[in-house]
């Protein structure tokens, strides 16, 4: 069973920054794709970015494309998204999440595997 905890929301400014953290822990987590949804009040749970097993594919919402950067150390079992030029419309409550990789399913595709608590972000002057 893997555990997923997120750390690194916070309050930030518009145009600031975050990195959000997501530290796995129960398993071997580079044998997961791991990644971010986010869900905003009133608006449906969307996927943000996800990262393949190996580390060498990634993917991003158009919404956050060039704006957030996913990475991961497997050494550490640590998944990142370094979020950049943040607007209010990156509010939400973001949430790690694994997927089982296979040879037929590499990225965050659902069904998702585990999902962790969530961390807020809030974007706000």
């Known amino acids: 069973q893997l555990q997923l905890v997120e750390s690194g929301g916070g309050l930030v400014q518009p145009g600031g920054s975050l990195r959000l953290s997501c530290a796995a822990s129960?398993?071997?987590?580079?044998?997961?794709?791991i990644g971010w949804f986010r869900q905003a009040p009133g608006k449906e749970r969307e996927g943000v970015s996800c990262i393949s097993s190996s580390g060498r594919t990634t993917n991003y919402a158009d919404s956050v494309r060039g704006r957030f950067t996913i990475s991961r150390d497997n050494a550490k079992n640590t998944v990142y998204l370094q979020m950049n030029g943040l607007k209010p419309e990156d509010t939400a409550i973001y949430y790690c999440?694994?997927?089982?990789?296979?040879?037929?399913?590499?990225?965050?595709?659902?069904?998702?595997?585990?999902w962790g608590q969530g961390t807020q972000v809030t974007v706000s002057s």
């Open positions: 999440v694994a997927v089982i990789s296979t040879t037929f399913r590499t990225m965050c595709v659902p069904p998702i595997d585990y």
């Open positions: 129960g398993g071997t987590s580079n044998y997961y794709a």
